[in-house]
DNA sequence: TATGAATGAGAATTCATTCAT
DNA sequence: TATGAATGAATTCTCATTCAT
């Protein structure tokens, strides 16, 4: 048998994943090494070059994760059956859930993109891109409809959204008032206040 | 004649800081060597230690520089003459255009204000709450005068706002289509329109 | 059936050799790394580490081929029936044509015999001794007939023309103005000239 | 007082290329760790790197040192009042001797060129070239004196000796029944009579 | 005020080799 | 015969900071 996993049956390159997200959300990618990584993930340094190539690639990993992630709900939010406004504000509202709940991969998003080689950065920007041009499709059909004003650029008001959405990272305690949902209600509320006609 | 000046009459510490700040801006503040830092501003490492007591000093002025700027300027809009509604716009499109007008700073708070010490960490924060504080206080002026709706939480509002404003060192180029004011109008008319009762 | 040989009928031990002696000739013993190798042949480290001891063991092959080979080769010119003259003629236009022909086996051969073992090393010196005597002693073998001069220590005449031998991965290229049997003729005439009474 | 000496008085860069010099020759290059070297030095890494931009640059300082050196015995042996047969001899002869009592530069020579960075490599080739050259051109001054044979191409005379040159490290010892001088002259020797036409 | 040589700790990465299967 | 995950030690190089001058 293989020691793809240790004493607690999790294979070693998702442990040291686990391991690399954490650490770079709480101090930074630079300010973690790498020896730091594999220790928290209970493998030596080895290991951690046999299933990634640097550590930059353990950053690209947890990044592709999440933009897979997002992508995904995103796209079925926008599919759904149902009038645009609440489309809208259903996908507003869920991806403000989603990232509460996954704060980590947020402020690694967020801060350490530019820590990317080139190469793996243009790849990010792109899906990136992706992911905005399927927002803004969104509010540009609401805005045909004659539901949300045009007195906006709809890719700025992706942005505006966005960058709330971003900001999670650095004011949202676990431990405040507002839970994930309510939260997610009130920021998409926001969103849809702003656009109406 | 004491050398705090050079051929271009520039004090010394305040080239080392404009060579910082566009260092940090461009690479990162982990990414920056002193080395680096002191060559783009053409002195030598003892020079740069004479000013300041460490790198982390010279990332703290930075952000000293910037917290002053703005708070200075929003003290100034709030308490203008002029109907709440004007002052929270004016307010809201300002920090938008200095933002943009000084986007490496921008960058720089947003990316890397956990590299500070803790110290230094914890002043930097409260003078950003501050900051927070003096905008909700506005919000909340104009709720209570009715003309803003008070169905979502001032504090979330004003998170909403300037997450929209960190946002903009990500996304804003120079050569876009839209100019610092008419971004600042847009993201203005974006926080008025959601405050709508 | 084992899989001894692959696609092109190579037999794996003779696929590594190949790709180790090319691989070394290239980029030297230290600078190719065990990875290379077996990539370059097709099979895996577990291969490499059944057929062979050790890194250092595929490159003691190496040297026992071309050692092999070197002193057959004079031990036929040297035992032919002819006169010493022609024989020391062929014999040291042979090495330079076989030189040439293996121009990667010299290369390591010079290059990288200080990355053997202590003991294998012992070993190659031992059998090059051999090969180095058997040339001295037709260099002997003719001063005593008296068509070569006596002015020069034999063990120096032999270091010269194997000088020149050894050097020729240095400058000689498959493609330049010579071939290998020029530069043999070349050589040996060379040699022979400085031998002359 | 800067602590560019230490005890010994040597200045820090000497005593680093020194010691470089001495594990290169005995180890090769790729054998010898940074730590080694400072280590022999009696300095701290730092130090290394605060006079050299790499391990490569040190190898590359020992080539400029010797090749230097050699071009400038060979210029004045060949520039000088004398008939071009004795010009010859005597440069032939002085490399030998300036090679065997530099032995471990020589080693490294030819056995470490190519673990110079591209760039270094082409720089040492030129200059390589230049010192080859120059020798050349004074076999075929004597060819034209009609004083050499010219049955023979000065480009393969001249490897011919010079492979007998670099091979001394092969098998030269201090210790060994013939002194630098002596071996000179021999080869040089050597040398002229294979030159006779 | 300013220099720049020197430190020393720590960074990422490589690699030959082993071994359970 | 052969795999390939895993090891662990070694490697080159970086860097903030100090300090005698």
């Known amino acids: 048998m293989p020691r793809t996993t240790d004493g607690d049956g999790t294979p070693v390159p998702r442990r040291l994943l686990a391991a690399a997200t954490r650490l770079f959300a709480e101090q930074g990618?630079?300010?973690?090494?790498v020896q730091e990584i594999v220790e928290a993930a209970g493998?030596?340094?080895?290991?951690?070059?046999?299933?990634?190539?640097?550590?930059?690639d353990l950053l690209h990993?947890?990044?592709?994760?999440?933009?897979r992630l997002q992508q995904e709900?995103?796209?079925?939010?926008?599919?759904?059956?149902?009038?645009?406004?609440?489309?809208?504000?259903?996908?507003?509202a869920d991806v403000v859930v989603t990232t509460i709940e996954n704060l980590d991969d947020a402020s690694i998003f967020f801060r350490s993109m530019h820590h990317l080689s080139p190469?793996?950065?243009?790849q990010v920007r792109a899906e990136r891109r992706r992911y905005h041009?399927?927002?803004?499709?969104?509010?540009?059909?609401?805005r045909r409809a004659g539901v949300f004003t045009d007195e906006v650029p709809a890719d700025l008001v992706v942005d505006y959204h966005f960058g709330?959405?971003?900001?999670l990272s650095t004011w949202y305690r676990p431990d405040g008032p507002l839970g994930p949902q309510e939260v997610a209600d009130h920021l998409a509320d926001l969103l849809l206040r702003a656009l109406r006609p």
Do not use: M, N, Q
Request: charged share 40%; aromatic share 12%; glycine share 4%.
């Open 29 to 33: 990618y630079d300010r973690t090494s």
């Open 43 to 56: 493998v030596t340094k080895g290991a951690l070059y046999h299933y990634f190539g640097s550590k930059d």
């Open 61 to 67: 990993e947890v990044y592709a994760r999440v933009l």
């Open 73 to 92: 709900r995103l796209d079925a939010f926008a599919d759904a059956d149902a009038p645009v406004e609440k489309r809208v504000r259903d996908a507003a």
């Open 119 to 122: 190469e793996k950065y243009r």
């Open 133 to 142: 041009e399927r927002f803004r499709a969104l509010i540009e059909e609401g």
């Open 164 to 167: 709330s959405v971003h900001h």
